[in-house]
């Protein structure tokens, strides 16, 4: 059993936990993610790690309740037990695997969509422990859905936070955002790591493919092991077909095939899943891409 | 005279079992396994022994079912076998020790498997259990997977006085037995669960929710946790795929994928969160024991089912009794036809399959005639699901984490037959981890073989 020492509610239907799990806590890096389990009869859901204590021996994972498992996940309180949480699985981000000094002479900019704010902010973090300050870009729908915003203000170099109906800071989409800082600001960004909703992180690809800025993301396919045994993660990037629990989840964003990826991230998807995904979706349409014009 | 026929065995009848999950063979009961057991003939030279893997001495355990002492027969399965309940149900005995049995040559050979299984089931129904030994030797031992190769050398290793922790990656322990096989061949709580719980009862902890090579390496069990050796039991769990069009399409899965949403994850039960696809018409592509129970599953869940194979009945590897079960629960054998392509409609969905006829042409490398397209024979399936069992190959997480740690180009682990050895002081294999997907038996052999392996090399240190 893995206990819960900590949980509040971040924003609406957005949970923050710390999990007592030493193992991982001693072994993982940000960009990699963990699958927990409620109870007997519950789902492997896969979760990014969001940060972690390594004395403490905590991981903390943030997540949205979008179909029954989530929904039932939020009802656990401080002192309840997950009966499984198994990781880090995945790869780690690979920024942390770069020489370091290479790194500060690097100019990175982050982009988060919605619940992707959580796992960006390790990352974030992690670089501004090194002495890398980084840019982020935050987009939320609207100021209350705003997640880690504290947080992230100690760790990133520059802030930039967005909202679709503009009820906070600026209004309007990442890519708008990011098209601002380069083309009218003229800031020559190296590399740029999106994370959010696949339909934010399609349509963020796209504009940074024109603005020739190398681009990760982070993929969140369907899984069940999460170990390489199964293949439902299985992604399409570049000519290859990789599993994105072993081979990612962070892949090169300008060869990712993500109109395959969103269809195949409906599969399993609820009734209620699906309204959200659609809401989520729509959201980040309009605090995104700027391209889809489209409520698809 | 010998009886010509075995005793046959109670089964539940085909249309019945199409629609439920329960075990299809009912085992034979004491009286009929008395009276199987009077058709052995206790050879002298017993042929049947040189077929099985771990050489149980079959004549052995038999002559003391057909006094009816069926202790003492398990005592004598128990003293070569691990497991004897899993192999009485999923040995290919045909190819095995049946294949070789005498009585085979002019009539049915002894029905060994459904003996065995007979007595593994009366001795966990009588409670009889392994001791636990008394002190152990102080001496750590980690065990990497907890399949049939992994059970079996911390079993070994267990009675042997060692301290053993087996790490299980998944949150359930039994590896392909637990994930893999399906109920109604293998039930979970009734068969394979007292089986764990004899080896827990050995003094081995089990360590669930741990992936080596990445919650913890081999590197660090040696030289932080105190393991003073290791044995890899880590199966052969990656999923291949065709490489043909459509195969990312929403409708096709892994055999692993389908097997493990069913088994491990029980979406055949309500209760269970977990979702499945069942489809309607669902095609399954491949030959072996995989695909006979993916099929069979699907079937279970309710769809018309198609075993897509590329050669003919003969060579079909699964074993003889599955392929019997499939047939005459209703499951079509689509044989000598290959996948080219599958057939997507505008959401991302399967709606078929296009394939193509073969023949049977020269024998290649294995010996089994190499099937060659007839050209122009191409034609569609309509369907709604496809299930690609097309074989696994062993998880390079584990060798890509361990420094100095051998392995093929197939990505198995090198290690030596007999006792286990890698290229890695300390560090011993076996089972599908280094043979690639073989059979239960095979891999508690090679677990046997680990813990002899371990043990000379603990106690030459
Ligand atoms: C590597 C990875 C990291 C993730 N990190 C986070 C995170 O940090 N925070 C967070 O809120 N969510 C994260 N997700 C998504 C999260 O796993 C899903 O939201 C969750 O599984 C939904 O389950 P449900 O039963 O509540 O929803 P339902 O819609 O009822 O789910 C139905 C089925 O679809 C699957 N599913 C639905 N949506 C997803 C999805 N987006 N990804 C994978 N499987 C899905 C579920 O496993 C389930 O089998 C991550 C997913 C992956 C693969
Ligand atoms: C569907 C199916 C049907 C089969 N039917 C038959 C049959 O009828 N008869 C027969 O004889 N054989 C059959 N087989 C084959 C047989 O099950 C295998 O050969 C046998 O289970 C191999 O045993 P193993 O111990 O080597 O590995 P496995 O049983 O595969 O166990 C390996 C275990 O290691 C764990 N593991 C893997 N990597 C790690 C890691 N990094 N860290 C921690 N744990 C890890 C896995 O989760 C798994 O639990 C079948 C196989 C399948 C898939
Ligand atoms: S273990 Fe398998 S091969 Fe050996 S006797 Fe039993 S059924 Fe036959
Ligand atoms: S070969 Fe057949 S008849 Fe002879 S001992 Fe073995 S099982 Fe009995
Ligand atoms: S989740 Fe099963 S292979 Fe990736």
Redesign the pocket.
Known sequence: MFEIVNARELTNNIYLMDVKAPRVAKSCEPGQ?VIVIMDETG?R????I?DYDRKAGTVT???????????MMAKLKKGDSFKDFVGPL?CASELIEEDIESLKNKKILFVAGG?GT??VYPQVKWLKEHGIDADVIVGAKTKDMLILEDEMRKAAGNLYITTDDGSYERKGMVTEVIKDLVQNQGIKYDCCIAIGPMIMMKFVCLLTKELDLPTIVSL????VDGTGMCGA?RVTVGDEVKF?CVDG?EFDGHLVNFDEAMKR?QM???E??REILKLQEGDTHHGGCGHCGGEK | MIVSKKVPVREQDPKVRATNFDEVCLGYSKEEAMQEAERCLNCKNPKCVSGCPVSIDIPGFIQEVKNGNIEQASKIIGEASALPAVCGRVCPQESQCEGKCIVGIKNEPVSIGKLERFVADWARENNIKPERPAKTNGHKVAVIGSGPSGLTCAGDLAKMGYEVTIFEALHEPGGVLVYGIPEFRLPKAGVVAPEIDNVKALGVEIETDVVIGKSITIDELLEEEGFEAVFIGSGAGLPMFMGIPGENANGVFSANEYLTRNNLMKAFDSKYAT?IITGKKVAVVGGGNVAMDAARTALRLGAEVHVVYRRSESELPARVEEVHHAKEEGVIFDLLTNPVEILVDDNGWVKGMKCIRMELGEPDESGRRRPVEIAGSEFELELDTVIMSLGTSPNPLISSTTKGLDVNKRKCIIADETLGKTSKEGVYAGGDAVTGAATVILAMGAGRAGAKGIHEFLSSK
């Open positions: 993610f789902e859901v896969p979760l990014t969001c994972i943030v997540f949205q309740t979008i179909g029954a498992s989530t929904q995945g619940v959580a796992p969140n396919p369907i899984m993660c994105a989840p991230q399993y998807k609820s209620e899943g | 979702p």
